[in-house]
T-cell receptor, first 114, second 113 residues
Framework: EAQVTQNPRYLITVTGKKLTVTCSQN?????MSWYRQDPGLGLRQIYY???????DKGDVPEGYKVSRKEKRNFPLILESPSPNQTSLYFC?????????????FGPGTRLTVT | KNQVEQSPQSLIILEGKNCTLQ??????????LRWYKQDTGRGPVSLTI?????NTKSNGRYTATLDADTKQSSLHITASQLSDSASYIC????????????FGAGTTVTVRA
């Protein structure tokens, strides 16, 4: 089944404790991105990747890191999480960067930083 | 200011009734517009996509319209079902090289029996 998977689905952590949220897609998509979703706001892009080893900042990159060493994986790293990073996170992928291609979203990771 | 504004923020309808959601955007130059359905606790799933030349697109009981001149789109849900309870998100892309999508905040629809 074609899908985007994320782990963990739920995470509660404390301020300053490094964490990684994994994202994997099995559709051989070139383009992958991370979003955060907060109440009353639309999804906001954190980082995106056009292909392996090619990443760039989105609209809200502060406090986050990413890497794209393999085509299928695009982990999101929070080196020193803070309470304002409490949010619902979505990974997404599409076949190519061109926005005419369908974008597929993962199931989401709900992160709480205390 | 968000370039994609959706209204209403939320609505409640009775099962079997119709409803219409609105999306106004300022994104320019326009490339395409999508409507997504997001069930609680799940990722968004695409319902329709429309380009500049299309002014209506249907997917089952969902019908989207687009007026690119006034920069408005609507999503009409016909004969609503309990499973239509979800958030509906309007997403607009600009004809540019930044590959980004502009997301509305969504309309939460609750269908009551």
């Amino acid at each position: 089944e074609a899908q985007v998977t994320q782990n963990p689905r739920y995470l509660i952590t404390v301020t300053g404790k490094k964490l990684t949220v994994t994202c994997s897609q099995n559709m051989n998509h070139e383009y992958m991105s991370w979003y955060r979703q907060d109440p009353g706001l639309g999804l906001r892009q954190i980082y995106y990747s056009m292909n392996v080893e090619v990443t760039d900042k989105g609209d809200v990159p502060e406090g986050y890191k990413v890497s794209r060493k393999e085509k299928r994986n695009f982990p999101l790293i929070l080196e020193s999480p803070s309470p304002n990073q409490t949010s619902l996170y979505f990974c997404a992928s599409r076949q190519k960067a061109d926005r005419s291609y369908e974008q597929y979203f993962g199931p989401g990771t709900r992160l709480t930083v205390t | 200011k968000n370039q994609v504004e959706q209204s209403p923020q939320s609505l409640i309808i009775l099962e079997g009734k119709n409803c219409t959601l609105q999306c106004n955007y300022t994104v320019s130059p326009f490339s395409n517009l999508r409507w997504y359905k997001q069930d609680t606790g799940r990722g968004p799933v695409s319902l329709t996509i429309m380009t500049f030349s299309e002014n209506t697109k249907s997917n089952g009981r969902y019908t989207a319209t687009l007026d690119a001149d006034t920069k408005q789109s609507s999503l009409h849900i016909t004969a609503s079902q309990l499973s239509d309870s979800a958030s509906y998100i309007c997403v607009v892309s600009r004809r540019s090289n930044d590959y980004k999508l502009s997301f509305g905040a969504g309309t939460t629809v609750t269908v009551r029996a």
